[in-house]
């Protein structure tokens, strides 16, 4: 299961911002190249999940997505309601 967070700050003109995780945690580095789904931009306080990548510079969140994007795409080509039934 990925971790969930809310957007703290991002800032679309340097691509980065934090995420403070729910629960206990330090808040987490956002890059815009690792968010998926509508538009490479967060805005704070919105929901999002993600998974957690540690590198040099500490923890950085990658495959950033909002829920409601994982409802409405499962994969290439796989498309579901809210409910999770498959549309063709």
Not at 13 to 28: A, F, K, N, V, Y
Not at 42 to 47: A, I, K
Request: glycine share 14%.
């Amino acid at each position: 299961m990925s971790p969930c967070g809310v957007v703290k700050w991002f800032d679309p003109d340097r691509g980065t911002g934090l995420i403070s995780q729910d629960g206990t945690g330090p808040d987490i580095r956002a890059e815009a190249r690792a968010i998926h789904g509508k538009g490479p931009c967060l805005r704070p306080g919105d929901r999002v999940l993600f998974d957690l990548t540690h590198d040099s510079a500490g923890l950085r969140a990658d495959n950033i997505h909002r829920p409601e994007d994982a409802l409405s795409q499962d994969g290439p080509g796989q498309q579901t309601d809210r409910r999770g039934n498959s549309r063709l």
